[in-house]
């Protein structure tokens, strides 16, 4: 059982639509991060969030934390290509924990 | 080089081989973190140094893995007898600071993929 949840798995969309993802826990966080990772590349860090409620911006993303420190969402306004990769979402329970990554959200905007 | 660099990026063992992966952190990294990621699957945490002590090795699957710092900076993660199941990309990141303090942002090199025939 996988401790964070991501959905949906995979993501299909025209360039220009808007789209969220989510990240899903049965435990409480003490902070969250999200990644994108191009294919042959790692993870490169996007946000990190680490209040109950938080909202962060990042030019057409914004990125939501549960007020219970559970859950996070990504939404992407007005797709591009170039936000293609794989979105993955990683806590550590506490700031001695290890980072837990979920199993990512793989989408792919069409031009 | 500006970021983390990992050689080689890709690896072809036969099973039964022991491999070597490399990691060259970014200079002046403190910590450094060894994961394994599965075709269609987040990273998993493997092992961290802080320096050269090796401080967690909970990930590690079994005694046939084997990692090491032994000056505080280039790392190796030795895969000893290889098996299919040991196929995978094997990401390195580093951080500036210790495990556990604020502004804890590990950047990543580009992985290792591992595949055992």
């Known amino acids: 059982t996988q401790l964070l949840e991501q959905s949906p798995q995979f993501l299909s969309i025209q360039e220009g639509e808007n789209l969220t993802v989510y990240c899903n826990s049965s435990?409480?966080?003490?902070?969250l991060q999200w990644y994108r990772q191009e294919p042959g590349e790692g993870p490169v860090l996007l946000v990190t969030?680490?209040?109950?409620?938080e909202v962060k911006k990042l030019k057409r993303l914004t990125f939501q934390f549960g007020d219970a420190r559970k859950d996070s969402s990504l939404h992407i306004t007005a797709a591009q290509p170039g936000d293609t990769g794989l979105y993955l979402c990683?806590?550590?329970?506490?700031?001695?924990?290890?980072?837990?990554f979920g199993p990512g959200t793989s989408l792919s905007v069409i031009p | 080089g500006a970021g983390v660099s990992q050689s080689p990026r890709y690896k072809v063992a036969k099973r039964g081989q022991d491999v070597a992966l490399r990691c060259d952190p970014i200079?002046?990294?403190?910590?450094l973190f060894w994961y394994q990621q599965a075709l269609g699957q987040g990273p998993e945490f493997l092992t961290y140094?802080?320096?050269?002590?090796?401080?967690?090795k909970s990930g590690l699957p079994s005694d046939r893995f084997f990692a090491e710092r032994p000056e505080g900076s280039v790392s190796t993660l030795k895969i000893q007898r290889t098996q299919q199941e040991d196929s995978a990309v094997y990401l390195c990141?580093?951080?500036?600071?210790?495990?556990?303090?604020?502004?804890?942002?590990?950047?990543f090199g580009a992985g290792t993929r591992l595949s055992v025939l």
């Open positions: 200079s002046g990294h403190v910590s």
């Open positions: 969030v680490v209040t109950g409620g």
């Open positions: 990141a580093s951080s500036l600071v210790v495990w556990g303090q604020a502004k804890n942002i590990q950047y």
């Open positions: 435990s409480v966080f003490s902070s």
């Open positions: 990683a806590g550590a329970r506490t700031s001695y924990d290890k980072v837990i």
């Open positions: 140094f802080q320096n050269e002590a090796q401080l967690d």
